[in-house]
């Protein structure tokens, strides 16, 4: 009876040992300086609105200085910019990519909304 158990046990860890490994992980870029926190909320919703039109995605959300966006493609990607006001009145935008998908589909996301932000 405990032979059979332990060797259940032991089939049970091979078959968590062949799983495939997830990459969950967090991206967080500094986008630059922007002169006010409307200035990058106004910009932190054309990046996230073209990126959706580009890729896909489920829904967004906002408060004040904050711009969500949830189940970004590839892969899942939930993102927020962040637009809080530092030192000397200047705001220091951020982005923040959070996945439990692959590396690849994490940077794919990050590098597509810096690109649409240094473009606009």
Not at 14 to 26: D, T
Not at 113 to 118: K, V
Request: hydrophobic letters at 45%; charged letters at 15%; one cysteine or more.
């Amino acid at each position: 009876m405990i032979h059979r158990f332990l060797f259940a046990a032991a089939l049970g860890g091979l078959g968590l040992a062949a799983a495939p490994a997830v990459s969950e992980g967090w991206s967080i870029t500094k986008l630059g300086t922007i002169p006010s926190e409307q200035a990058c909320m106004d910009k932190a919703r054309l990046v996230i609105n073209r990126y959706l039109f580009a890729h896909g995605g489920g829904h967004t959300g906002e408060d004040t200085w904050s711009l969500y966006a949830y189940d970004l493609e590839p892969g899942m990607q939930d993102a927020v910019i962040i637009c809080p006001i530092g030192g000397g009145g200047a705001v220091n935008a951020m982005l923040i990519v959070q996945s439990e998908s692959g590396a690849e589909d994490r940077g794919f996301a990050v590098e597509e909304m810096i690109s649409i932000w240094n473009s606009n």
